[in-house]
């Protein structure tokens, strides 16, 4: 009970802090950036939601819920999303210019290119992650979350600062990404192994693609305005 409350504790710090400091660094950067720079990252949430979907598929919370896991089970998840994470960012990639043309705003080509890398360095540290929820050690997780979105928030204000615009809030979204995933891994004493179960991954995909398929419907559900009041706002 005590792990639990302690648990509970540190979960609620993490949430309360993640918020107030996003909170006061986006007023300060909104005094600085324009909203057209938030426009154009806003008309990327659809995108970059799903395809964040599609890189977990679940598995974070397969692996939360399995009892029996073992190092294959986490090592299958880690390869597979890792793998998946690579697919995904080439369909980004090679429909960026698709992207772009639909919103009409070519900027936004570039900017799925290399925001798009974030899935990738995301998809480096889910397992390390689903570990923390299923030791309830979220102590970790809070000083993470804290010293990446410092870290990334004061990138973000030098960027805004001298002039780059949009490219500031791609700087965040890529070194908050970049950052977490540093840390999870110093802070996790777990190493992928190099191998591949079948069985495994058939097990975590009957769990995890149900929560895949509601993933997706609800981020469709949720971001299909931003699609269209990003389509004809920009023609």
Known sequence: MNRTLK???WSSIDIFSSRLLSFLLLLFITRILVPADYGLIAMLTIFMSISQNIVDSGFGAALVQKQDRTDTDYSTAFFFNLIVSVAVYFILYSF????????NQPQLKEIVRII???????????VQRAKIMIDLD?????????????ISGILALLLAYNNYGVWALVGQNLSMAMISALLLWIMSDWRPLFVFSVKSFKELFSFGSKLLVGGVIHTVYTNLYTLFI??????
């Open 230 to 235: 990003g389509k004809f706002s920009s023609c």
């Open 116 to 126: 798009g890398l974030s899935l990738i360095i995301n998809s480096l540290s889910i």
């Open 7 to 9: 648990g509970l504790y």
């Open 96 to 103: 960026s210019g698709f992207i772009a043309d639909f919103y």
């Open 138 to 150: 979220y102590r970790k997780q809070a000083i993470i979350s804290f010293v990446s979105i410092i």
